[in-house]
């Protein structure tokens, strides 16, 4: 049986209501605060896009283009302090190419050199906004907070030398460390 279109376009303007009235119900008050807050200290700045960033650790190496694949220790808050993902809980660092990620946390690692230690603080437009990936506990207009430490970038001559002698027993090339499973979202998503 064939539902005539104007129902089918009905209950598609029925349920993108639903979807609205969610994301609208969060209240972001403490993420507004947050950033207030930030920003008044004198050890931040802001860059024209809005990301804020604290330097925790000065490193002397080169900084990441936007297609460089890198190597991090990072761990991702909300401004409660609730832990949403940490390269540091799975005792290994994570790689990913900086054009994978999220607007803010691709900008930060630019503006990095290798042994740097940043504090990023990425209002929710450099983030998710209010679409946050499913069940990762990153709410509608959340700030997220990443304290990153910029291993290192991995050139092409790194990646012929290591080969196969680079062998950990993962055989998932990688794909954790570049976003391609479900538990990195919330980094992962440009």
Do not use: W
Not at 56 to 70: F, H, K, R, Y
Not at 89 to 97: I, V
């Amino acid at each position: 049986m064939k539902l005539p279109r104007f129902l089918v376009i009905s209950a598609l303007l029925v349920l993108s209501a639903c979807i609205e009235d969610e994301t609208q119900d969060f209240d972001n008050a403490d993420d507004i605060a947050y950033l207030e807050d930030y920003a008044d200290r004198d050890d931040v700045t802001i860059t024209d896009s809005g990301l804020m960033y604290r330097v925790l650790e000065t490193g002397d190496g080169d900084s990441p283009e936007q297609s460089s694949e890198v190597r991090v220790h990072y761990t991702a808050t909300l401004v409660d302090g609730d832990v949403i993902d940490s390269s540091h809980d799975r005792d290994e660092p994570a790689r990913f190419f900086v054009n994978d990620l999220i607007t803010g946390f691709s900008e930060g690692l630019m503006l990095m050199q290798e042994g740097d230690i940043f504090e990023l603080v990425l209002p929710d437009f450099l983030a998710y906004g209010e679409f946050p990936p499913p069940g990762s506990g990153i709410h509608p207009g959340a700030t997220l907070i990443f304290e990153v430490e910029l291993i290192e970038i991995i050139t092409e001559e790194e990646e012929e030398e290591n080969g196969d002698d680079n062998d950990n027993g993962d055989d998932n090339n990688g794909d954790e460390e570049n976003g391609n499973n479900d538990n990195n979202d919330d980094h992962t998503e440009a």
